[in-house]
């Protein structure tokens, strides 16, 4: 079990603010727990790669910095705040990714948190994750920024053109292609409000149809607010955006959907596909943020050139979650598929979590005697509810959050193991290792 009393006063900032959500332990210069560059992090200024901190927060001559990031104390989330901050410079590092797609790069001492054979969390290194580890990632970071340069309205055509646009054009040409009527409806009457004249361009053998214009203020408005004018494989969301509030980011991911999105009702999941590692890992993230959990996969695309394409899944409980934070806005056809897999959705045995059996077996002993506790059948009921704690209780089977939920909304009581479950539930999504690999980054450390 984590146990930070244990610790030094800058070891007590056990952050799980890294990028890809694992637990970074904030400690004094020097001691190896660092991070490669491209490794985004959540701060009071949105979500920023930690290389790029001394663009957004001022460091002086002695390293100090102060920004706010999440952190875990025991096993629940809070906001803390940093005091340094060092390029590292080149060094060995270890690289993990999780049966999810998350990954995480940073120095052998970097310690990053696990959920151990007791089921309790604790710190464990980078050099002595097995592939037989389960990571912790946090899920209930909701830390956004408060950039104000991008309105929601903005957001949302951005995301349509990272989507379904063609910017790399010269010049102030931007082409928008989409099938959609609400979606291009809400296109054209923006860009008509900032008085650009939008042509059509429609072909019989296609069902999209494509609308152009060319603006060099407008492209340019575009640029500075970071969108950058490049092909599909090399699409991002911009800093702006990433910096914005909880809203903005919003409306930008629903941009994306509404464009690139599906949701696929035979397989009750919501697909998003992209050409570009880096905009997939941007939304990965950023759903996280909001507590949405997916998985990143890569396929190859016979029938397009250069075929290596990103794939995001989103499935179990988080399509529920997917559908109350961000949805699709103007797909209406996509918004009434994700209805129908919200209402025929079965228990989630994706947010599992493992080794949880002692703390089962106690609790059990604490309901014996209790009106709602069966012996004989080793169930706990009550009006709404009732859950079999045997297979639990033995390991057979691991506790899902739905499962967890049920158990607790039935006990009359709360002890040390009912909170730590809780807590668990609300915070964190366990995942397995899939990979771990070599290789020598520039590294930087926040403390």
């Not at 809070?78 to 590092?93: E, H, I, L, P």
């Not at 790399?168 to 931007?174: A, D």
Request: net charge positive; with cysteine.
């Amino acid at each position: 079990m984590v146990d930070l009393s244990t610790l030094n006063p800058q070891q007590y900032e056990a952050a799980t603010n890294t990028f890809n959500t694992n637990a970074v332990v904030l400690a004094g210069a020097g001691s190896g727990k660092c991070i490669e560059g491209n490794s985004y992090i959540y701060t009071n200024k949105g979500m920023i790669k930690i290389k790029d901190i001394p663009k957004y927060f001022p460091v002086d001559t002695d390293n100090n910095c102060n920004a706010i990031v999440k952190s875990i104390d025991s096993s629940k989330m809070v906001n803390n705040t940093t005091s340094k901050f060092y390029n590292m410079g080149m060094s060995k590092t270890i690289k993990i990714r999780t049966s999810q797609g998350y990954t995480l790069e940073g120095t052998p001492e970097h310690p990053v948190i696990i959920l151990n054979n007791d089921g309790n969390l604790e710190f464990k290194k980078l050099l002595d994750i097995k592939h037989s580890d389960y990571i912790a990632i946090c899920t209930n970071i909701n830390l956004w920024g408060t950039d104000n340069r991008v309105d929601e309205e903005l957001a949302y055509i951005i995301g349509l053109l990272i989507g379904d646009g063609y910017l790399k054009r010269e010049g102030g040409f931007i082409s928008f292609s989409n099938s959609n009527e609400n979606i291009y409806n809400v296109y054209n009457d923006y860009i008509n409000k900032q008085e650009i004249t939008v042509r059509k361009n429609e072909k019989k053998y296609r069902k999209t149809k494509d609308w152009s214009f060319s603006n060099i203020k407008f492209k340019t408005t575009l640029k500075g607010l970071g969108l950058d004018m490049v092909t599909a494989e090399f699409k991002s969301i911009p800093y702006t955006i990433l910096q914005s509030p909880k809203e903005v980011v919003i409306k930008c991911l629903q941009g994306l959907f509404d464009t690139d999105g599906t949701a696929d009702i035979g397989r009750h999941i919501v697909e998003y596909c992209s050409k570009s590692f880096e905009l997939i890992n941007q939304i990965q993230l950023l759903l996280l943020n909001l507590g949405v959990t997916s998985r990143v996969k890569v396929r190859k695309v016979n029938k397009y050139p250069n075929n290596l394409y990103y794939y995001l899944y989103i499935s179990g409980s988080s399509v529920r979650t997917f559908k109350s934070t961000v949805g699709f806005l103007n797909a209406k056809d996509k918004a009434y598929k994700l209805n129908v897999i919200v209402n025929k959705m079965s228990n989630d045995n994706i947010k599992v979590f493992p080794n949880q059996s002692n703390r089962i077996k106690a609790i059990r002993q604490k309901c014996i005697g209790k009106p709602y506790y069966n012996g004989n059948k080793s169930l706990l009921h009550n009006s709404f509810v009732s859950i079999s704690v045997k297979d639990y209780a033995s390991g057979k089977r691991n506790l899902t959050v739905n499962s967890t939920n049920n158990l607790l909304s039935i006990l009359d009581f709360e002890d040390d193991n009912t909170k730590y479950l809780k807590d668990l539930a609300n915070n964190f999504f366990i995942d397995k290792i899939a990979d771990i690999s070599y290789s020598e980054n520039i590294v930087y450390d926040f403390t």
